[in-house]
């Protein structure tokens, strides 16, 4: 256990950035979940929409440090290639 007052406030710190960052994380994968399952359903306008959010999000959690940039990149990436699958799919 912690000693001394700066220890104390390091760990009631970490522990509300530690609830934050798992709400947050929660909040990203539902995004991402909302998105796959728009995929699923094949239509491709809902997921056009659940796309855009989903790189909102993205890009927000890794300013804010949440996810490293260039894991967002590479999740947005992969994200727009399904979309870019599900277009060619519909449209052929």
Do not use: W
């Amino acid at each position: 256990m912690a000693h001394s007052l700066s220890a104390k406030k390091r760990i009631r710190q970490n522990e509300k950035r530690r609830l934050r960052n798992r709400a947050r994380r929660s909040a990203l994968r539902t995004r991402l979940r909302a998105f796959k399952d728009a995929v699923i359903s094949g239509d491709p306008e809902v997921a056009e929409n659940r796309f855009r959010e989903a790189c909102k999000q993205l890009d927000r959690e890794a300013d804010r440090g949440l996810i490293h940039r260039n894991a967002a990149a590479r999740r947005k990436s992969r994200l727009a290639r399904r979309l870019n699958a599900l277009r060619q799919k519909k449209s052929s």
